[in-house]
């Protein structure tokens, strides 16, 4: 087979250079191109209408006679008139083409492409991959420019080009093709602007968060990802002990003293010695002494007798049992009688450092401070409390068409709904938050605005501008400002995610990029941001978690995680059972607010039946 690379073209949008020759890692596209594309094939042809010697020395530097073809009809038609003039130029039976603007070429092209055009008798065999939109849904993404094809083809794309069609694929309906999946989409990735060229050449590094950035990762993975890169801040302060409620502990709370500190009743009764019980009626005690809480007892019970005590009174020594005052048989002015087996030696009797004994942990580091912590840390007679410092965390928005509350919505806007929820999420966690607005969506504007965010910030959080569109900038910036991983995260909703460290003015701070449709950005928060921030809290996250019967049938794709808002109740049977919101579009903020759980389908689930088993993780606690 013959292998040409399609470089013809006006340049229009490289500043009118010829995209095969812009520079890229140290040397020309095209040339990447010609390297991976050689050793597959048996004769190499560059279709170029301009800068013809350039294309020529590229094939010279590669050791290869590659010759340059321009295209037989004029006035710049389109990759179709190069694919024309290759099938009338090559010497072999079959034409295989790639476009000169994707230089990671994959080694096996030729040789997969071969395989399905001989096994399905075919006359053209096109590469496709899976790609997905933002909501993440899946989709067959076909590469008409990376075909192999018989050069006997020629007269059906003869009569297609006669018809004024200039389509790459518009021809195929005349000839047989085959579709051949690849998995490595990255690998098909093309460059269309100079931003593209900058952003591919920095993000085709190894990252050192240990991933590929090309790569889709499962939801699993990309936690896992997160949860290795980012360490606890280390600043720690003390607190008053009200205001150390919802704060990460910096230390083990060592207990100064034994809780209780002495053996003491645990009901209001008679205590006295197990060894005086009769075993075969009941036993009499008269009542030596009245033991009260809070009043050291300094009482000695002679053997048959008892002392009447208080819950919390300290138990005389020698008395090791207590019967509860509702249990006794009878009670007279100055005895009380047990009845046989009426009471377990040793029972109702609380020992001496039962709760916490002197010198041992209380509390451990990490654990957020609850309402029953300020007691028991009240118990140890505990002022003050180390805790870490809060997060400070800044967080804004970007859209051209985003408006604020108060502002006049035109036509084509929106009001900004992601700076409240993330206000929210972040406020209900703990931080200090540092709303900075809407951002337009102009790349000066938004690296300042994630500039200014770095050097005030642990942690920067940032909503839209993460997908392929064509002002999403933020990764771009985001490349520019530090080490960033982008991801193409294997979910539903929120496919489209950045996380990575970025640096300003010596400062260094992690930052999130979320999704911009509303339900999409709170499902990355939840499910990656927060597990992120709370490590760097030096505490975990933890799900509520249960599992409940799906009220219907539910559709789901294996390959990907999905996280479906629900709502969860008790059927008439007693069972815990789930029903999903509505629709599950990822701009649909009223299913979040009606959902009192989300469903998790995990990445290997297909389709769920009426009445099956799902995973339910519960907002109480969460949001």
């Not at 560059?46 to 590659?66: G, W």
């Not at 839209?464 to 910036?477: E, H, L, M, P, Q």
């Not at 978690?545 to 990907?560: E, F, N, Q, Y």
Request: net charge negative; hydrophobic share 45%; proline share 5%.
């Amino acid at each position: 087979m013959t292998g040409m690379i399609l470089a013809g073209g006006r340049g229009t949008r490289m500043g009118r250079v010829d995209k095969g020759l812009q520079p890229f890692r140290g040397g020309p596209l095209a040339a990447h191109v010609l390297q991976r594309l050689a050793p597959q094939v048996a004769d190499v042809a560059i279709n170029a209408n301009r800068n013809h010697a350039a294309y020529a020395s590229i094939a010279v530097a590669a050791n290869s006679d590659a010759p340059v073809w321009q295209d037989d009809l004029q006035g710049f038609e389109g990759p179709l008139a190069g694919l024309q003039t290759g099938l009338r130029r090559c010497e072999t039976d079959w034409l295989l083409t790639v476009p000169c603007d994707s230089p990671f070429v994959p080694d096996d092209l030729a040789s997969r492409l071969a395989e399905a055009l001989l096994r399905d008798d075919a006359d053209l065999a096109v590469a496709v991959t899976m790609d997905a939109d933002e909501s993440g849904d899946a989709y067959r993404r076909v590469h008409p420019v990376f075909a192999l094809m018989k050069k006997s083809v020629l007269p059906k794309l003869d009569a297609y080009m006669e018809s004024g069609g200039r389509r790459m694929d518009g021809w195929y309906g005349a000839i047989k093709v085959t579709e051949v999946l690849f998995q490595d989409a990255g690998a098909f990735r093309n460059i269309n602007t100079l931003t593209d060229l900058k952003d591919m050449e920095k993000l085709s590094e190894p990252a050192a968060t240990g991933f590929d950035r090309k790569a889709s990762l499962s939801a699993a993975e990309a936690q896992r990802i997160i949860r290795d890169a980012i360490t606890p801040v280390t600043a720690v302060e003390k607190v008053a002990l009200r205001q150390a409620l919802e704060r990460v502990l910096a230390s083990d709370i060592i207990s100064p003293i034994d809780v209780p500190a002495h053996d003491n009743s645990a009901m209001d009764g008679y205590a006295f010695s197990s060894a005086d019980l009769l075993a075969d009626g009941p036993t009499t005690l008269r009542v030596a002494a009245t033991v009260l809480a809070g009043r050291p007892s300094g009482v000695h019970i002679p053997a048959g007798q008892c002392a009447r005590i208080m819950t919390g009174g300290v138990m005389p020594d020698g008395l090791d049992t207590v019967l509860p005052q509702e249990l006794a048989a009878a009670i007279s002015a100055d005895s009380v009688t047990i009845a046989p087996r009426s009471i377990t030696p040793g029972a109702n009797r609380r020992f001496k450092g039962e709760d916490l004994a002197s010198g041992k942990p209380a509390l451990h580091e990490g654990k957020i401070v609850t309402p029953a912590d300020l007691g028991l840390l009240a118990s140890l007679g505990l002022a003050e409390v180390p805790v870490r410092r809060r997060l400070r965390v800044a967080f804004f928005s970007t859209g051209d068409e985003l408006r604020s509350i108060g502002e006049t919505l035109e036509p084509g806007c929106i009001y900004d709904s992601n700076r409240y929820t993330l206000y929210g999420m972040l406020t209900r966690l703990g931080c200090d938050v540092i709303d900075m607005g809407a951002v337009r969506d102009d790349p000066a504007a938004l690296e300042e605005a994630l500039r200014t965010a770095c050097t005030s910030a642990d942690a920067v959080i940032t909503s839209g501008g993460v997908s392929a569109g064509a002002a999403d900038y933020i990764k771009s910036i985001m490349a520019e400002l530090g080490d960033v991983g982008f991801w193409n995260l294997d979910m539903r909703p929120g496919r489209p995610m950045a996380f990575g460290r970025i640096a300003s003015e010596g400062r260094q701070s992690w930052l999130f990029g979320l999704p911009g449709n509303p339900v999409a950005a709170m499902v990355a928060f939840y499910f990656f941001v927060r597990p992120g921030l709370m490590k760097m809290m030096g505490t975990t996250a933890s799900h509520f978690t249960v599992r409940a019967r799906s009220a219907v049938a539910l559709r789901k794709k294996p390959g990907r995680t999905e996280y479906q808002r629900g709502i969860i109740y008790i059927a008439p049977n007693g069972e815990r059972e789930v029903r999903i919101t509505g629709s599950q579009g990822s701009g649909i903020l009223r299913s979040m607010s009606e959902a009192n759980c989300m469903v998790i389908l995990p990445h290997e689930q297909g389709d769920v039946a009426a009445g099956e088993l799902v995973e339910v993780v519960m907002f109480e606690g969460l949001i």
